[in-house]
């Protein structure tokens, strides 16, 4: 299969919704927890712990938004309708790497992070509608890019989420921890890709092409 790098078609959307940024619970367990029970300084009572914690990108006064009142409908997710899923009609070519049923692209540009890719796989499914051999397809993929990513040398770890808000086409992140910055372990690093500025052009060319060239080579 050949492994291209062409130029990113992102088509409107598809990394911005459902790029990854949750927070979790005030009792979410990461390595950085067990450092930062204590408040933020000048933080008000009611903030969770983990404005505390190293990892969080924010210092400061801060406060909480009020929570909205739960809707009685969810709102439609974009591909929801596949005759208006940009996945579907996107070519292989604006990818990274694909194969009979699985695609692999990247953000159209370089951020913070040293390597963010999105699996997706060829059909219109959403994870939970994947079948046997997609899910087990899948867990393979999981393996090999995980390895395939923290084998860079600027790599130390590799976060893999799979959120589902945004778009109805499946979405499986994989997000490159760069080695040797510890404050950026735990669910706070979705943030901190869009904070630090972005890495090389040249170094993030050479990342992609090195994890598709790694697929290729089955
Ligand atoms: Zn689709």
Same mark, same amino acid.
């Given at each position: 299969?050949?492994?291209?790098?062409?130029?990113?078609?992102?088509?409107?959307?598809?990394?911005?919704?459902?790029?990854?940024?949750?927070? /979790?619970?005030?009792?979410?367990?990461? !390595?950085?927890?067990?450092?930062?029970?204590? +408040? &933020?300084?000048?933080?008000?009572? #009611? =903030?969770?712990?983990?404005?505390?914690?190293?990892?969080?990108?924010?210092?400061?006064?801060?406060?909480?938004?009020?929570?909205?009142?739960?809707?009685?409908?969810?709102?439609?997710?974009?591909?929801?309708?596949?005759?208006?899923?940009?996945?579907?009609?996107?070519?292989?070519?604006?990818?990274?790497?694909?194969?009979?049923?699985?695609?692999?692209?990247? /953000?159209?540009?370089?951020?913070?992070? !040293?390597?963010?890719?999105?699996?997706?796989? +060829? &059909?219109?499914?959403?994870?939970? #509608? =994947?079948?046997?051999?997609?899910?087990?397809?899948?867990?393979?993929?999981?393996?090999?890019?995980?390895?395939?990513?923290?084998?860079?040398?600027?790599?130390?770890?590799?976060?893999?989420?799979?959120?589902?808000?945004?778009?109805?086409?499946?979405?499986?992140?994989?997000?490159?921890?760069?080695?040797?910055?510890?404050?950026?372990?735990?669910?706070?690093?979705?943030?901190?890709?869009?904070?630090? !500025?972005?890495?090389?052009?040249?170094?993030? +060319?050479?990342?992609?092409?090195?994890?598709?060239?790694?697929?290729?080579?089955?």
């Amino acid at each position: 299969m050949l492994s291209r790098l062409a130029p990113m078609r992102y088509l409107s959307g598809v990394a911005s919704a459902s790029t990854p940024g949750q927070i /979790p619970q005030s009792n979410h367990s990461t !390595p950085n927890s067990q450092q930062g029970n204590q +408040r &933020a300084s000048g933080a008000r009572s #009611d =903030l969770p712990a983990f404005v505390a914690w190293p990892a969080f990108p924010f210092e400061g006064e801060m406060r909480l938004k009020p929570l909205q009142e739960p809707v009685s409908a969810e709102p439609p997710r974009r591909g929801d309708r596949q005759e208006q899923c940009s996945a579907c009609h996107t070519p292989d070519s604006a990818y990274l790497w694909s194969n009979e049923r699985w695609r692999l692209k990247s /953000p159209p540009a370089p951020s913070g992070l !040293p390597v963010v890719v999105i699996l997706e796989p +060829r &059909a219109h499914l959403d994870l939970g #509608d =994947l079948s046997t051999m997609h899910a087990a397809e899948l867990g393979v993929l999981t393996v090999r890019l995980e390895r395939a990513i923290r084998n860079l040398e600027s790599v130390a770890q590799v976060h893999v989420n799979r959120w589902g808000d945004g778009t109805a086409h499946l979405q499986q992140w994989f997000l490159a921890r760069p080695h040797g910055y510890l404050q950026l372990r735990g669910p706070f690093m979705t943030m901190w890709d869009e904070i630090l !500025p972005p890495v090389e052009e040249h170094e993030w +060319r050479m990342n992609l092409e090195y994890i598709a060239a790694w697929l290729a080579d089955d």
